[in-house]
C-alpha cells in the first residue's frame, strides 16, 4: 500500500507539470450564443459604439485575467475511478458518507445538505465547467478583438481536456455522480456536463483563428461523436434519455449541441421532435413545470429547465424545426412558459411556489436576453439592467 501511494504521489507530481487545479477566475454568466446577434454587436464595437464598450473593456480585462489560467484535466483526480484509468471523468454524491457502523464505511449513507469532503478528491465536477466558462470568455475576446492571444490559450485548453494522449478525457460519463458501495455512476451523472454546450460555442468563436486548424476540429468532432454514441447507447445515457424533469431536457440540450456540431443533421431533427413531446408532457396548462415545483427552490429549477427549452430553441433554428414558434400538440409552447415566468423575473416575491433560500437573478439572464429579440419582451433588459445595478453597462449580457 505505502509502495502504491508513492507511486501515486509520483504520478501526480509529474502530471500537474501538464494541468493543474486552481481557483475560480471569471465570474461571467454563461449564456447559449446568438451568432447573428453578436455580428451585429461586433459591428458596433467596430463603430466604437459608446453603449458597448464599457462591457468590451470589462470583457478584455477578464480575459487577460485568464491567459494566466492553466489547464485542467481529468487527470488532476487523486483517486481513480472503477475503471483504473484516470481519464474516466468521475464525480461522487456529495451528501454521501462512510457508514461509521460499517468495518470498511460500504455502503455510503445519505447525510443531506452536509458535503462529504471526499468530493475534492475527484475535481472534474469543479474543473470543469470552470474551464468551460473561461473558454467561452476567451472565445468572446477572440471574436470581438481579432486577438490571437485568446484563441490561442483556447485552443491549449481545449486540447489538454479533449485531444491530448496524456490529459484527455475518455468520452464517457460512466462516473458520474457515483455512490460508494451502491453505484460507480448514476444517470444524474449526465447534467454535470452540459457545460460542454458552451465550449463549442468557444471553439465557433475560435473558428478562424490560426490555432485551431481543422485538424484540431476534425479530431474535436469525432471525441464528440463517441461521447454522443455514449450518451445514446450506455445504460446510464438511457436513463437519463428518460427521466421525466430537467435532466431529461437537458440531455437532449446537450445531443443537440453535439449532433448539430459533428454535422448529424438527421439525428439533430430527432432529438428537437423529442424535445417538443417533453415539453407537451412536462408543461401544464398554465405554463408551469410540475415536476420544478415540487423542489425546494421551485423558482430556481424553473428557470432551469426553461433555460435548457430556450438552449434547445435556439439551436433548432439550424434544423426543419423552429422550437421558438411551435406549438405541441395540445397547444403548450415556450413561449407559454416564458409569459407565465415573466411577471416572477420582475419581482421575484411574488412567487407563491417553495423557494428556501434567495433566487439568483442572474440565472434568467438568458431567457430574458432571448426573450427580449424572440418574443418582444419590453421589459427584459429593463429587468436585467435593474438586477445588475449599478455596473450594468459592464455587465456581459450587454455584448450578447
Not at 327 to 347: A, H, R, V, Y
Request: glycine share 4%.
Amino acid at each position: 500500500m505505502k509502495k502504491y501511494f508513492q507511486l501515486s504521489l509520483l504520478f501526480s507530481v509529474v502530471i500537474n507539470s501538464f494541468c493543474f487545479a486552481q481557483p475560480k477566475l471569471s465570474n461571467t454568466d454563461i449564456i447559449k450564443i446568438d451568432f447573428k446577434i453578436l455580428a451585429e454587436k461586433k459591428t458596433r464595437l467596430l463603430k466604437k459604439d459608446a453603449a458597448l464598450m464599457p462591457a468590451y473593456k470589462e470583457l478584455l480585462k477578464n480575459a487577460d485575467m485568464l491567459l494566466t489560467y492553466k489547464p485542467v484535466c481529468v487527470i488532476d483526480k487523486t483517486e481513480l475511478p472503477p475503471s483504473g484509468s484516470k481519464h474516466d471523468y468521475m464525480s461522487i454524491g456529495p451528501y454521501w458518507w462512510p457508514d461509521s457502523t460499517k468495518p470498511n464505511g460500504l455502503p455510503y449513507v445519505r447525510r443531506d445538505g452536509v458535503v462529504n469532503p471526499e468530493v475534492h478528491n475527484y475535481p472534474d465536477k469543479e474543473n470543469m465547467p470552470k474551464l468551460c466558462e473561461n473558454m467561452y470568455t476567451l472565445g468572446l475576446a477572440y471574436y470581438f478583438s481579432g486577438k490571437e492571444k485568446y484563441a490561442k490559450h483556447v485552443s491549449k485548453l481545449m486540447s489538454v481536456w479533449f485531444l491530448d494522449t496524456a490529459t484527455k478525457m475518455n468520452p464517457n460519463l460512466q462516473f458520474g455522480q457515483a455512490v460508494k458501495g451502491v453505484t460507480t455512476g448514476r444517470a444524474e451523472g449526465i447534467i454535470d456536463t452540459r457545460q460542454f454546450i458552451f465550449a463549442l460555442d468557444a471553439v465557433e468563436l475560435i473558428r478562424n483563428s490560426k490555432h485551431w486548424p481543422k485538424q484540431k476540429d476534425d479530431e474535436l468532432k469525432v471525441w464528440f461523436t463517441s461521447f454522443l454514441s455514449w450518451l445514446n447507447n450506455s445504460e446510464i445515457g438511457k436513463d437519463e434519455l428518460n427521466a421525466k424533469n430537467n435532466h431529461g431536457i437537458w440531455f437532449d440540450a446537450q445531443a443537440l449541441s453535439f449532433a448539430l456540431y459533428i454535422g448529424d443533421k438527421k439525428e439533430a431533427n430527432k432529438i428537437v421532435e423529442r424535445a417538443t413531446n417533453r415539453l407537451d408532457a412536462q408543461m401544464d396548462k398554465n405554463g408551469f413545470f410540475p415536476f420544478e415545483m415540487e423542489r425546494t427552490t421551485s423558482l430556481h429549477y424553473t428557470v432551469f429547465i426553461l433555460n435548457a427549452f430556450n438552449v434547445i430553441a435556439q439551436l433548432s433554428e439550424k434544423t426543419d424545426k423552429n422550437f421558438y414558434s411551435l406549438q405541441t400538440k395540445s397547444g403548450k409552447s415556450l413561449e407559454m412558459g416564458f409569459n407565465t415566468i415573466i411577471p416572477f423575473l420582475s419581482d421575484p416575491t411574488k412567487w407563491t411556489g417553495k423557494q428556501i433560500k434567495p433566487f439568483n437573478a442572474s440565472d434568467a439572464y438568458a431567457l430574458l436576453l432571448r426573450g427580449a429579440t424572440k418574443y418582444n419582451c419590453s421589459n427584459c433588459m429593463e429587468i436585467i439592467k435593474r438586477n445588475a445595478g449599478k455596473n450594468e453597462k459592464l455587465g456581459l449580457f450587454n455584448l450578447l
